[in-house]
């Protein structure tokens, strides 16, 4: 099964941009890239997804790097309300199921 | 709002006993998945129904079953209930296709709080 690293938590000052990482050094070339976030409290909530090219959304933004190894999911201007875990998963064309599994996630942290 | 329900969305009940979590997709989503999270607890895929037929598995009890009807709404069943049931039920859709799911996002409904007492 293709699997995600993600930091266990990160950082980050109100209004600033940020950056959460993900490894995948096993994706295969079906595997798209997931990226859902889970507020206290409240069903996890899609935020983006990629294949190969960066994409953009009101919500965020996915940097996939060139060998699609690894991603960034980018919070242009983060507040409060997006102190959450952020999950990164990947999701096979043709696998069903068993690839929409959770990690542990990274639990951002937003001060004000 | 997400567009996917789950009824009820708070359950209290003792050991022993069998309880129903319904669940609801957005209109035109074939899939439906289960998960399990227990307090502080990552989420545990159960399983997933795609148009009414099991499609895959994950860590589900054998006291535990699912199904999805021809409306496209599904039904967690738990029975026997011990303690350590007690956790927050997610369910979540997404369109999905007979070929493929890669490319398809999911949507998750509130959850439904169970305890066992």
């Known amino acids: 099964d293709a699997k995600t690293t993600q930091p266990n938590s990160m950082e980050s000052n109100e209004e600033e941009p940020v950056h959460l990482p993900c490894n995948h050094s096993?994706?295969?070339?079906?595997?798209?890239i997931h990226w859902y976030r889970q507020l206290p409290s409240q069903g996890p909530e899609y935020v983006i997804h990629?294949?190969?090219s960066n994409v953009n959304n009101r919500m965020a933004s996915l940097a996939i790097a060139e060998d699609r190894k690894s991603s960034t999911l980018i919070l242009h201007r983060a507040t409060l309300r997006d102190a959450a875990v952020y999950y990164c998963?990947?999701?096979?064309?043709?696998?069903?199921?068993?690839?929409?599994?959770f990690g542990p996630g990274t639990r951002l942290s937003v001060l004000p | 709002d997400s567009g996917v329900t789950q009824t009820p969305k708070h359950l209290i009940t003792a050991t022993g006993q069998r309880v129903t979590l319904r669940c609801s997709p957005r209109?035109?989503?074939?899939?439906v998945y289960w998960y399990q999270q227990s307090l502080d607890q990552g989420l545990q895929f159960l399983i997933q129904?795609?148009?009414?037929?099991?499609?895959a598995k994950g860590n589900i009890l054998e006291r535990f079953s699912a199904q999805q009807f021809p409306d496209l709404h599904s039904e967690l069943n738990l029975s026997s209930l011990e303690l350590g049931d007690s956790a927050l039920y997610f369910c979540?859709?997404?369109?999905?296709?007979?070929?493929?799911?890669?490319?398809?996002?999911?949507?998750f409904g509130q959850g439904t709080r169970l305890t066992v007492v």
């Open positions: 979540a859709s997404s369109v999905s296709s007979r070929t493929g799911e890669g490319g398809t996002e999911a949507f």
């Open positions: 096993t994706i295969s070339g079906t595997d798209y």
């Open positions: 990629g294949l190969t």
């Open positions: 129904y795609y148009n009414g037929e099991e499609r």
């Open positions: 998963i990947l999701r096979g064309y043709d696998n069903y199921g068993q690839n929409f599994v």
């Open positions: 209109s035109g989503d074939l899939s």
